[in-house]
């Protein structure tokens, strides 16, 4: 342990004393894992930001878990679902993971405005609903009373659709549903959103279940089927088993329950795709890290060629010099982890706050970069990066056995 000590506290003064290139070598090591560590912090923070961000407006337009008809297609003709027992929405209700349990109801139809038409699906929700996605993406107006005690005829709308139609928050808008023989209604445009995701601003406007289930011909009991908001995704599948097994126990139902990763598929591949990415980076962002420390520990060597000469002279073993250099190594490490760390986070924190850098919606689903700072992911990083830094410190620093002390010592630069 002694003997330890000794290395660990030689390895400190080497870097000390270092000449004025070693010195400069060492600087650009430092400067080179600070780099490679913020990339890597960077890159999994924005792919944890896309996939939360995105994630997060799917959940809310389709929700986390849906029951509906086992017969229906992927359309949204839905056939009406009967309403639930009490004691079973009471049961979901008091899952502690659960956030909220309401009925929903789906009208195809068009809007129109004068000659303008645009094609949509009215979707009604109840007040058991959550609506705190809706409220965090309208720009404009409010969302439609829910639930009160006098049905009103009000939607919301999508940017998209107001700016296709020439409507505002105020406007009157007429609804036509195609069938036999063609209804036609008129709502009231309260609230305009825009979600940037194109699949559902494209379609979807958002009014009181009571007015899709007057247009439907339904009673107060029927709906499309139910949607299940979760407090924590961590508990996905487990809250979709629990709710799989009370509703597939009931008698005489015939329902599915479905989970938004598995209603929208091509989504969420291009979201675990840009997890191979972000491996990739990692990778690369590390071996350049390895390399650029490695050849600093070369040069180091090199120039301490007297050095090693005269501590194997007065009997110090290959293992101790190894030891003195390694040490070296994870000091300059350490130095260069500390430092991406701050720029990493620094950065991170200001694209945060400001939505400095943006994006196309349009194929991106969001306006700016999103990102996630998750303290574990990038303490992950930093032992990872370290740990894989120092080991492979063992590879150059084995070129001490091959250095003779009566050679070593009379080198000269």
Not at 73 to 89: A, D, H, W
Not at 106 to 131: A, C, F, Q, W
Not at 187 to 211: H, P
């Amino acid at each position: 342990m002694k003997r330890i000590k000794n290395d660990i506290w030689i390895g400190g003064r080497l870097l000390v004393g270092s000449d004025e290139k070693s010195s400069l070598m060492i600087k650009v090591a430092i400067v080179s894992v600070a780099v490679s560590i913020a990339v890597m912090i960077i890159a999994v923070s924005v792919i944890s930001g896309f996939k939360s961000r995105i994630g997060d407006k799917i959940a809310g337009f389709d929700a986390h878990i849906q029951i509906e008809n086992l017969d229906n297609n992927k359309s949204y003709e839905k056939s009406p679902v009967e309403k639930l027992p009490q004691y079973l929405i009471e049961k979901l209700e008091k899952n502690p993971y659960v956030k909220s349990v309401g009925a929903y109801c789906y009208k195809p139809g068009l809007l129109r405005n004068g000659s303008d038409v645009h094609g949509m699906v009215l979707e009604g929700i109840d007040e058991n609903s959550d609506t705190d996605f809706f409220k965090g993406v309208i720009i404009k107006g409010s969302l439609p009373p829910i639930g009160t005690k006098e049905r009103v005829k009000e939607i919301v709308i999508s940017k998209r659709m107001a700016d296709a139609l020439l409507l505002d928050t105020g406007s009157m808008v007429e609804t036509v549903f195609m069938q036999e023989p063609p209804r036609r209604d008129r709502f009231k445009v309260c609230g305009i959103y825009e979600s940037s995701i194109a699949e559902f601003d494209e379609l979807i406007a958002l009014t009181d279940i009571r007015n899709t289930r007057r247009l439907n011909n339904w009673g107060d009991s029927l709906s499309s089927g139910y949607r299940i908001m979760l407090s924590d995704l961590d508990k996905l599948q487990e809250c979709k088993e629990m709710v799989e097994n009370e509703v597939y126990a009931l008698p005489d139902q015939n329902l599915m329950v479905t989970d938004y990763i598995e209603r929208n598929p091509a989504i969420f591949d291009w979201l675990d795709l840009q997890n191979v990415n972000g491996v990739v980076i990692i990778a690369i962002m590390m071996i350049v890290a390895c390399f650029n420390i490695s050849a600093m520990m070369l040069m180091i060597m090199v120039r301490s060629t007297r050095f090693i000469g005269i501590m194997k002279t007065i009997g110090t073993r290959n293992i101790s010099l190894q030891r003195i250099f390694i040490y070296s190594a994870s000091k300059i490490t350490l130095k260069g982890i500390v430092l991406g760390d701050i720029i990493a986070l620094l950065l991170l924190g200001i694209q945060h706050y400001t939505g400095v850098i943006t994006l196309d919606s349009t194929g991106y689903f969001v306006s700016s970069v999103p990102v996630v700072i998750n303290l574990w992911h990038v303490l992950a990083i930093n032992v990872i990066a370290y740990l894989t830094i120092v080991i492979t410190q063992m590879i150059p620093t084995m070129i001490i056995s091959r250095f003779s002390p009566a050679e070593s010592i009379k080198y000269k630069e």
